[in-house]
């Protein structure tokens, strides 16, 4: 069942025609479906439902108040990368029980942050990071729960970019020192060891990778409990892929749980999963306005009014967003365009050579697969404001997140009292 849909020719989200919505919110801004992310975090749950696995949303991905809300609903923990993100996971009703901390420069006050809060696993990267980590628990008279994130030395991800488990990437331990660090971490005070973590890479498309990195934790757990560590957790991180409209298409969720299965089961660990895009990614769009087309001289311009700063994807990792018209015309002759949004950079463009139906300026688009990595991944840049959000259930709608006034974009600034 799809959510974004046609219905006689007018794009619908859930119950709402999108014209309708951008008449009334304006363009460009983000429309997520509801059922579309319970639906998603429940088929990734339910995959393992007969295990005691926690499912710990990647709050990257789309960290809205009201995403994290819904999820957090269906029973999902929440993968938190900074204080910021550990606020948010808090302030949505996540129990800090269910709660993870990623990322390779977690600071004092961030450490201090989710020891208060009593979160469930730090995932370490570092043997620094490990030592203050002992150190500032210490200070405030806590037990860490910690994971060591190891780097298999694996190459995958669906680009360059986005690849985190090769050895000349800066995320996790190098897998020659693991060993050593996990015994270093049995003689600190203030650090319980719970577990191994990887994660490999984002927008996975094939399984092969995840099955060689997650058999390589399966034998460092061996040889770790073989060195009378107790390791009772694997966090296999994020990264399962989704289907972007163009390339091949991922793995089902299933899949994915089958062979985790087979190569887990005689671990006898809780697993952790901290998936993002596979949740968010295919519950949102962004619904853009055409302003001008243009005709160069080598390339036709469909110049739309949502650009680099509101979905960046296209602009760093080349990646491909379906467009389609949000009121589709069956009988309109297609044309090969470059979709370029106003900002003043040559990177600023959403399509390349792209087949699409021509169209008038004033009319609507909606970009495909923007739920993830998209809102969260934007600026200000060109003092652009901060596009809105809108959540859809059935036919009720509600703005998560507004545009931001000229002045609440600038009140952060000040002039300098020396200056008149
Ligand atoms: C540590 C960690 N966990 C989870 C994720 C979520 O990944 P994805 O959105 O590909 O599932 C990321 C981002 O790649 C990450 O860095
Ligand atoms: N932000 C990326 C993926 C990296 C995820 C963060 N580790 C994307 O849009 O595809």
């Known amino acids: ?112 942050a989710a020891l208060n809060a009593e979160i469930y696993q730090f995932n370490v990267e570092s043997a620094p990071e490990l030592e203050a980590l002992n150190n500032i628990a210490g200070d405030l008279d806590k037990i860490a729960p910690v994971a060591i994130r190891v780097n298999p030395d694996v190459a995958a991800g669906g680009h360059d970019k986005i690849s985190t488990g090769r050895k000349e990437d800066k995320f996790g331990v190098p897998w020659t020192n693991a060993r050593a660090l996990y015994a270093r971490a049995r003689e600190m005070q203030n650090i319980r060891i719970k577990g191994v973590d990887l994660h490999i890479g984002s927008q996975i498309a ?77 519950a949102g769009l962004l619904v853009t306005k055409l302003v001008y087309v243009k005709e160069g001289e080598a390339r036709k311009f469909l110049i739309v009014d949502a650009a680099m700063n509101d979905l960046i994807r296209p602009a760093l990792y080349d990646a491909h967003h379906d467009i389609i018209p949000v009121k589709r015309d069956m009988d309109a002759v297609n044309a090969r365009y470059d979709v370029v949004g106003p900002v003043c950079e040559s990177s600023d463009y959403i399509a390349k050579a792209r087949n699409l139906p021509e169209m008038a300026p004033g009319e609507y688009m909606a970009i495909m697969s923007a739920g993830a990595y998209g809102a969260s991944q934007s ?19 509600a703005i998560i997140r507004r545009r931001p006034t000229f002045d609440e974009m600038t009140a952060l600034e000040h002039y300098p009292d020396w200056i008149d």
């Open 1 to 112: 069942m799809h959510h974004f849909d046609y219905r006689q020719d007018r794009l619908y989200a859930e119950d709402i025609d999108i014209s309708a919505l951008a008449e009334k919110v304006g363009t460009p801004f983000y429309v997520y479906s509801e059922a579309t992310l319970r639906r998603h975090i429940k088929v990734f749950s339910t995959a393992f439902a007969d295990t005691d696995a926690l499912v710990a949303y990647s709050v990257k991905a789309n960290p809205n108040l009201a995403v994290l809300r819904i999820l957090a609903s269906e029973g999902a923990g929440a993968d938190v990368v900074s204080a910021g993100e550990l606020t948010r996971a808090l302030h949505a009703g996540i129990a800090p029980e269910k709660i993870v901390f990623s990322g390779v420069g977690k600071t004092t006050e961030e450490m201090e």
């Open 206 to 282: 094939d399984l092969a990778p995840f099955e060689t990195a997650f058999e390589k934790a399966a034998g460092l757990i061996k040889d770790l409990r073989e060195d009378g560590c107790t390791i009772e957790r694997l966090d296999l991180g994020g990264g399962l892929g989704i289907p972007y409209g163009a390339g091949t298409i991922p793995p089902h969720p299933n899949d994915y749980a089958e062979l985790i299965k087979r190569v887990t089961a005689p671990l006898d660990v809780q697993l952790i999963f901290e998936p993002g895009r596979m949740i968010a990614g295919n």
């Open 379 to 397: 600026s200000q840049y060109n003092t652009r404001p901060l596009i809105p959000e809108v959540l859809v259930n059935g036919d009720k709608h």
